[in-house]
């Protein structure tokens, strides 16, 4: 299966901006449809945005309008721009391989993920 390394997490004040940022073998990425997802503080992982191969972009609801993904097919890498960020969006963030039509679903390993923490 699939390698996928997410990077980027931090600890950034409320309304302020953050990019997480997802590697994966070149031998997949281009035909891979790629999510992001969370996991807050004893709360389930959840779906949030997510990018097929073709560029089709589904996402959340709590974070249409701020966060935003995206792909660089030459560096094998998936991008998730969030801005506005709030308390609420403090979890373990983490990227998968998933089915096309059906993001919450998905079909790669878990990796370490990477912590986002929204504080004051």
């Known amino acids: 299966q699939a390698q996928l390394v997410e990077s980027g997490g931090a600890l950034v004040q409320p309304g302020g901006s953050l990019r997480l940022s997802c590697a994966a073998s070149?031998?997949?990425?281009?035909?891979?449809?790629i999510g992001w997802y969370r996991q807050p503080p004893g709360e389930r992982r959840e779906l949030v945005a997510s990018?097929?191969?073709?560029?089709?972009?589904k996402y959340v609801d709590s974070v249409k309008g701020r966060f935003t993904v995206s792909r660089d097919n030459a560096k094998n890498t998936v991008y998730l721009q969030m801005n506005s960020l709030k308390s609420e969006d403090t979890a373990v963030y983490y990227c998968?391989?998933?089915?096309?039509?059906?993001?919450?679903?998905?079909?790669?390993?878990w990796g370490q993920g990477t912590q986002v923490t929204v504080s004051s």
């Open positions: 070149r031998t997949i990425f281009s035909i891979a449809s």
């Open positions: 990018i097929s191969s073709d560029g089709n972009t």
């Open positions: 998968n391989t998933n089915i096309r039509t059906n993001p919450w679903i998905t079909t790669g390993n």
